[in-house]
């Protein structure tokens, strides 16, 4: 079996700052999301994986998987020029899939369980395709799945204004060859793509075999900040315990799961955890958390941050309570004259803020 991730999309809900960063390559928990999904693919002992790739976002994913090694894997970059759908990015790939089965999952997904038991179940009852399935209290906003009640698809919905369940797609697939033939009996959808769904539904329609797992545990879109950001706390949470590598000093105060990377210094700080600051940074005089991240070589002296993903390279000096903020690269955050407030901030990279 063959792996596929999609990682061609621009990220547009998360500009500013996927303007200069590809949206797989975000972190969460300091780990760039598309390093989740290929630990998935690791453990499920899928080796051969093809990323689809967009023009802007080629040199930055290549650059971070490398040649694959960090996951015992042959990674192949796959160039899709414009986004015209998923099924349109598995047509790119076609010639990289061959005649195989393939996992195919979306590159901004995360999920709270391992897909060994997805692959598996593939692996033992051999349906033409399997989908992941979550039930949700918002089905409208997904592509809808309707199944009997051996959880055999029979329809496929996509946004639907009253769906017949709450079983939406997750965006984790697995196709045998067949969805091929499927693909080239589609046609462009009204927002002029080629849809994954209608392919499904073509192979239903064709009376091929469609079966569907039940995802029990949590699954997260990390589209916007909001999702982001939940992602961030809910993987932070898991976290049993951190490795402290940096130095911590006798007037700072830690409490709960706190990771703190090599080089990096505490001094006169409390920290509640879950957090996680990456390597080379400086934390002085300030209260860390819960469920922040701080990037590598990050200084954050005098503040309050909590909630919050800050990318690397970033300074915040005397801000009173930053919450509920994504930070991109390199930003400079300080505080002007005025009263004390929160503050609540959405920046893009190589900014230069006084709040």
């Not at 899709?80 to 790119?92: N, W």
């Not at 395709?129 to 039930?135: G, H, M, N, P, Y």
């Not at 997750?170 to 080239?184: K, R, S």
Request: with cysteine; charged share 25%; hydrophobic share 40%.
């Amino acid at each position: 079996m063959k792996g596929l991730i999609l990682a061609a999309g621009k990220g547009t809900r998360l500009r500013p700052v996927t303007n200069t960063i590809a949206k797989p390559l975000l972190p969460v928990a300091n780990k760039p999301i598309l390093f989740y999904v290929l630990e998935q693919f690791k453990e499920a002992g899928i080796n051969d994986i093809g990323i689809i790739v967009s023009p802007d976002t080629e040199p930055s994913v290549s650059g971070a998987v490398g040649d694959g090694s960090p996951w015992g894997a042959r990674i192949t970059c796959i160039l899709q020029q414009k986004p015209l759908g998923l099924a349109h990015a598995v047509i790119t790939a076609r010639d990289f899939l061959g005649d195989s089965p393939f996992l195919m999952f979306l590159g901004d997904n995360l999920i709270g369980e391992s897909v060994r038991g997805f692959v598996s179940q593939f692996n033992a009852s051999k349906p033409d395709a399997l989908i992941l399935l979550k039930e949700v209290a918002n089905p409208s906003a997904f592509g809808v799945a309707e199944t009997d009640k051996d959880g055999k698809v029979i329809r496929l919905v996509e946004k639907p204004k009253e769906p017949k369940s709450k079983l939406a797609v997750v965006g984790i697939y697995i196709f045998t060859p067949e969805i091929h033939h499927a693909i080239d009996r589609i046609e462009p959808s009204r927002r002029g793509e080629l849809e994954i769904t209608d392919a499904i539904q073509k192979l239903i329609e064709n009376g091929k075999k469609v079966s569907s797992h039940l995802l029990k545990q949590w699954w997260l879109d990390t589209g916007q900040k909001a999702d982001l950001l939940e992602a961030n706390r809910v993987i932070l949470g898991g976290m049993a315990q951190g490795e402290r590598r940096g130095t911590v000093d006798a007037a700072s105060r830690l409490t709960g799961m706190v990771a703190i990377g090599e080089g990096t210094e505490v001094e006169a700080s409390t920290i509640q955890g879950p957090v996680t600051i990456a390597e080379d940074c400086r934390i002085r005089k300030a209260a860390i958390g819960p469920n922040t991240s701080i990037g590598r070589g990050t200084v954050i002296e005098e503040s309050s941050v909590t909630d919050s993903v800050i990318l690397e390279g970033c300074s915040i000096s005397h801000v009173d309570c930053l919450q509920d903020s994504l930070i991109g690269t390199r930003v400079k955050i300080k505080k002007g004259e005025g009263a004390c407030r929160a503050a609540t901030l959405f920046v893009g990279c190589d900014a230069d803020l006084v709040i």
